[in-house]
């Protein structure tokens, strides 16, 4: 029996990134400021961020709605809304990497 897939480039490239990302990003809580980190774009390339400027989290408890959380980063060079990164939610932290990549040098 021929199974017939319908993938087309654009939904590969996805994949492949996130799968890159899962393998290559960074935690929020590795992210240090005053290091340099690199953003990973979908078709590959890097873009400097430069140094880390503004790295914090906190949670909260509330007796009626359960736990809460934000993470915020902020970096030298941030022109565009993708390289901010501000993040939230109920219940527990978001765990996934992040398209941050830390420069080796």
Known sequence: MYLKINMN?????NIAYKTYIEMCGT???DIKEGEHYYYMETD???TDLGVCLYSKSDSNMC?????SWWEELRFENT??????????GGGTANYNRLPFIKNKK
């Open 44 to 46: 590959g390339t890097l």
């Open 63 to 67: 007796w009626h709605d359960g736990p």
């Open 27 to 29: 935690y929020f809580s």
């Open 9 to 13: 480039v654009s939904r590969l490239n």
């Open 79 to 88: 022109s565009e809304k993708r390289y901010r990164h501000y993040c939230g």
